[in-house]
């Protein structure tokens, strides 16, 4: 708790302060746009943005990371809640709190036991294809609400001012740094300056709306935000524990998994260690510090992050400046907030799910694997047609699927030796030399249940292949493990070569594989040797046959 103030120095006060202030800036309209995406009125996501980014400092470890309203589980939350109740209820307000503590919780307790290394389960295809997805669906459920009705029956100043704020926030993103670098602002000052559009977009918005009036003409906007700090919130649904469950466990690992992405890519630019396990029990205090201000799930945002990390955040002070300056706004009046238009957020919500395409991965992988590729096509694809938990539930299969298929069908090389040399390569990509009654098959992977039969039938079309065959050897240079079943495989397949005639011999078995091997019966019964390496097999059959 609070590890990084034991080092903290002056000299950072000023970046954290300023870090602090610019994000404080940007999340007052990216929270309204994400609680709206919720289901949640507009102010719930500034109470988001508070509490959790205070308990993140205390227990988190990354000084770049700025946790709160994140369009993705904004969009979970929906999905979670719509079942169970109408947008904006009582009962939905309470569900949504009781969803970030039961999240909370999932990832507090992983952080207390340790097991940070379940979001490697996820592969990096099958994240980008369910962010594909989600942001997708949520830039075309923002669509009405952009102009102002259900298409095609657009309202023409809804639609004005919704497609204008569209327009300027695209030109800003993609020209905006660009622009304020030709006004002279430095590189760094442009690229923040141009992050803050948003803000100023919205101020703009709210000057338009007052001054013409537009409210009257049936443009809608936010309304009345509550003036004053969340009250302390312990409202939960006893009925809803059970249906709340499996979302609350999808929402927490997908924010653990969000965080961290982000989180790695930042650390790894200033030399930072994260630690894996703290990061889960920061995460885990922050959505139940949501669920106190009667908030909705949150994770760390990536686009705030990365803002908070370019503006000069040193530490997690600056995640305290943000808590700090959005609780004053809120003590103030808030009565000018009250003319925003609803077009406008959704215009900010689109650019900003949007901006979270990218088809480099799909590209990539379509080269590279076409398997990841599939993989990454068929998780958007189930976002998109099977809802927002089906398509997560879909990934983490696919990317289970994806690896145990792998592993299932291990590559097994004959490998013969490169002449003068003691190295032993495949003989299908170099120039070998073989010799006569001896075959070396290498087997690139781990033994366990799911491939040994499937090694075993790729040893006998080798040796159907190799027909003057005496003497087997296995090379295991790449195997890291042999699960029981795969030990019972190779005691099998050495009583078949036995009754055959051959000999079945292991060479360059690891050390921690070994030792379980000692534990068999397998070393006993051998009809061959275990050679240290490949050229002693070599040498002591070659020697053998002569």
């Known amino acids: 708790m609070l590890v990084w103030l034991k080092g903290y120095r002056r000299s950072w006060l000023a970046g954290d302060l300023a870090a602090g202030a610019v994000v404080a800036m940007m999340m007052v309209p990216q929270g309204m746009a994400y609680a709206l995406v919720a289901g949640l009125p507009p102010v719930a996501g500034i109470y988001a943005s508070i509490l959790p980014l205070l308990l993140y400092a205390l227990f988190g470890t990354s000084s770049s990371q700025s946790v709160g309203p994140m369009a993705i589980i904004s969009l979970m939350t929906a999905s979670a809640l719509a079942p169970l109740a109408a947008p904006g209820s009582s009962l939905y307000l309470t569900l949504a709190g009781q969803l970030a503590l039961m999240s909370g919780a999932v990832l507090l307790a992983c952080g207390l036991l340790r097991l940070g290394f379940l979001a490697n389960f996820f592969s990096k295809p099958v994240m980008n294809g369910f962010t594909l997805g989600s942001s997708i669906l949520i830039a075309w459920d923002q669509l009405g609400t952009l102009l102002g009705a259900e298409l095609p029956h657009w309202h023409g100043p809804s639609a004005a001012l919704g497609l204008g704020a569209l327009a300027l926030l695209v030109l800003a993103r993609r020209h905006g740094a660009a622009l304020l670098r030709r006004c002279g602002l430095a590189a760094g000052a442009a690229d923040i300056g141009a992050r803050l559009a948003p803000m100023l977009l919205v101020i703009g918005a709210i000057v338009v709306v ?227 009654g001896v075959l070396l098959l290498r087997v690139d992977a781990g033994l366990f249940f799911g491939n040994v039969e499937a090694v075993n039938a790729s040893v006998e079309e080798a040796l159907a292949l190799h027909p003057g065959t005496r003497d087997l050897v296995l090379v295991l240079s790449a195997v890291n493990a042999i699960d029981t079943s795969a030990l019972f495989g190779l005691l099998d397949l050495n009583a078949e070569l036995a009754r055959r005639g051959l000999r079945l011999h292991l060479a360059e078995v690891k050390g921690p594989v070994m030792d379980r091997l000692k534990q068999s019966a397998l070393p006993d019964k051998l009809s061959g040797k275990i050679f240290l390496s490949t050229a002693n097999a070599w040498t002591a059959l070659s020697y053998q046959d002569e």
Request: net charge positive; charged share 15%.
């Open 210 to 436: 007052w001054a013409l009036d537009l409210d009257r003409i049936g443009v809608r906007v936010i309304g009345q935000v509550p003036a004053g700090l969340p009250h302390l919130n312990l409202a939960v649904s006893n009925a809803h524990w059970q249906q709340l469950l499996k979302p609350a466990l999808l929402i927490g690992f997908m924010c653990f998994l969000l965080s961290m992405s982000g989180a790695q890519a930042l650390a790894a630019k200033k030399g930072e260690k994260l630690l894996t396990n703290a990061e889960l029990v920061g995460l885990g205090a922050a959505n139940i510090g949501s669920f106190l201000s009667g908030a909705f799930p949150v994770t760390a945002s990536l686009s705030r992050s990365a803002v908070n990390f370019s503006a000069g955040a040193n530490s997690q002070l600056a995640g305290i400046v943000t808590a700090l300056l959005l609780g004053a706004a809120l003590v103030l009046p808030t009565g000018w907030l009250a003319p925003l238009p609803l077009p406008v957020l959704a215009a900010t919500i689109i650019v900003a799910v949007l901006g979270m395409l990218e088809t480099a991965t799909l590209r990539t992988a379509w080269r590279y694997d076409r398997a990841d590729a599939l993989a990454l096509l068929a998780t958007a694809g189930g976002v998109l047609l099977l809802g927002v938990e089906a398509g997560v539930v879909a990934g983490l299969l696919l990317s289970l699927g994806t690896m145990i298929w792998r592993e299932s069908r291990p590559h097994i090389a004959v490998l013969g030796r490169i002449a003068g040399t003691e190295h032993f390569r495949n003989v299908e990509r170099y120039e070998t030399e073989t010799r006569s």
